[in-house]
């Protein structure tokens, strides 16, 4: 049965001209007693919620799992799609993405990823079982991890966790082949894993990756384990191919006609290219249609549970919002019209949460060791820990990586929409893993503070000036910058709302004052920008653009024009990607047509062309900022109404 694994994926990337055979030969028997002995699925419900989840995290070997699709009867994936190996439209990209391919539990290819998103799918299996009970969500997590995997240091931070969690659900199976890219491990890495993972609180143990007896034995107590397990399966990279196997020449290109006939002729199989002889493929079917009966047991289960606890579970897996949410979004709007608040947005988001959460169960917090500064953790919102895990904060150290990776595998996973906290200066510590949340469409909310030089006496390391720039430049995510507590709570409507991809929330550590008064139960965030303050008349000869703490320096300046009889209308942009994505009549309403453009942020300009246009005007950073107090840094970096005076009378005096 391995064997067919190993035809296939040799066959594929021969045809394809490129692929990775080496892992997917190498990895095959483990695969092969993982799926037909332990891994609890049915191919006949790729999305059965109480399915164990199998991350296959060294993407590179995507035949793996395009061959056990196949082979176990997924309906999609036929021997056509095979065939059309990293074919444009194909079934079988690349690398396995999420949402594309039904049965890929995650997108993985950048190493060390899906190990963190798998750490994030136990956290949730943990969670919604302690809530929902066994009978409900009781489920393991699979991980096949390259060395490449471990070798990345986001394995680092997912396996601390993971072990910190006692997260014994978790088992991570190390395909331990010695070999990458550049040849031996032995020219770059020296770590004794077993010694590594044992560290970090995991049962962690080495077996011989093509003993079938080895493999069931070390799965069967993993799965005992009251521990994460890592297995080392020592493996011959490219297992069966006479001359690559065993080297790196077999990780990453076609083996070649001539390797490929001799390696049929090793393993014993006869077979011609793409075709499986019928008495193994009806095996590998048998093996697809196993747990056919355990998911008809749980289905009853469900059927059977109490009516509203089994409507709440569905509507979770689902990822509606309840009903209470629009109502709490109302009553903490009509709070702030009534007793406007001139507080930090950072405090605005943790007095939204409050209500957010109690309306949401499914909201899950955290903050990367920043609780007390990100403030996402409201009050009364309980630890998620090993001791508990029903909590719904987690402590998730310092490790923001790991953080927003593992909050990835916990949106994928259902059930819960997690947030996290950081300051926006480390979402470069995150970003290959909010770059995934994009790429699979995914609702993680990132809380990121102290998002300017207004966070002061820290100075530059810890200012971002950049970051909303390269935030913005990735595609569907988005970044929203309120100005105010009004804002604040409209973003985070937007986001929760969000079930499409991921956002993130940049937001103050100085107070602002409250911008938006009166009572508008319109979102007006939901366009991305909005006409904040108009023009006395209708013919504003300057348009003032600001994001979040610079919005209310644009309104001090239009009230400084209005003095020299100039007229300017203030334009809040809370979010780049709604504006853009607006239809172009609203968009052109909003923008304008003022002689003159005025964008107003504490970061760099990169991005607001888009807006203002190539020659609008831009006032904000043009390198790092510098230590001191907040009010004397906008002064020095000339962030001010006087100097947006300045800038639309220089405009204004030319022809
Ligand atoms: C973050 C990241 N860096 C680099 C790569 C490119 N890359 C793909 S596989 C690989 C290493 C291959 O070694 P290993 O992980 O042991 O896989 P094996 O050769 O055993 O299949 C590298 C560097 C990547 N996919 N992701």
Redesign the pocket.
Known sequence: MANAIRALAMDAVEQAKSG?P??PM?AADVATVLFTRFLKFDAADPAWPDRDRFVLS????SMLLYALFYLLGYERMTIAEIKRFRQLGSLTPG?PEHGHTPGVETTT?????GLANAVGMAIAERHLAALFGDDMVDHHTYVL????????GISQEASALAGHLKLNKLIVLH?D??????GP?TLADSVDQVKRFEAAGWAARRIDGHDPAAIAAAIAAAQQSDRPSLIACR?T?GFGAPTKGGT?K???SALGADEIAAARQRLGWSAPAFEIPAAILEQWRAAGARGRPARLAWQARLAASDPQHHAEFERRMRGELNVMFAAEVRAVKAKLAQAPKAIATRSASESALGPLTAALPEMIGGSADLTGSNNTRPKGMTVLDAADYAGRFIHYGVREHGMAAAMNGMALHGGVIPYSGTFLVFSDYCR?AIRLAALMGQRVILVMTHDSIGLGEDGPTHQPVEQLAALRAIPNLKVFRPCDAVETLECWQLALESNNGPSVLALTRQNLPQLRQGFDEHNRCALGAYELVAAEDDSAVVSLFATGSEVAIAVAAKALLAGHKISARVVSVPCFELLLAAPQAKRAAVIGSARVNIAVEAGIRQGWDAIIGSDGTFVGMTGFGASGPYQELYQHFGITAAKVVAAALARLSKP
């Open positions: 990775h080496g892992l190498g060294a993407g590179h070997g690398h290819g950048p190493l060390g990823q991890a390259s060395d490449g995997d471990l070798m990345e395909d082949n010695g070999i990458s890219i550049d491990l493996t990279i790196e077999a990780h990453g290959p």
